[in-house]
């Protein structure tokens, strides 16, 4: 069976995306659905390009579970072809990857986070926490864990 591949992208890859990444990871493991899906993340921009991810992100994914150690890159052409689903975390990210992309097919295959919200009606992107609080980066978890749910579930029962 062929694996769903998800690319989760954000400014920086530092905060939103790799901890997208993270949550993911674990929820597809917790479902025993490993072998059907392949997850990774980048960012618009490479200025952060081979680091880790925020430590304050890192601390507070911890916290819940999550393991955060993917090294940041930025999104190249080649992503448009190598991912089936490639996800935006706010609406600059979805516009720029627009820009990026090299098809109208590649185009189809950009989302945003934010439609695969359920319990977080009234949210309609995934804020960028690294000039915030504390509060702010757990409000980004709960935001991806809730959206990865359903990202995860609603790929599942398409691909049966």
Partial sequence: MKRIRILFVCLG????????????????????????????????LSYHQGELPDPRMRAHAARRGYELVHRSRPVRVHDFEDFDVIIGMDDRNVDDLRELAPSPEAVRKIHRMAEYFTRHPYDDYVPDPYYGGAEGFEHVIDLLEDGCRNLMERLAEAAR
């Fill in 13 to 44: 890859n530092i905060c939103r995306s790799s901890c997208a990444e993270g949550v993911m990871k674990k929820l597809v493991e917790e479902a025993g659905l490993e072998n059907r899906f392949a997850i990774d993340s980048a960012g618009i």
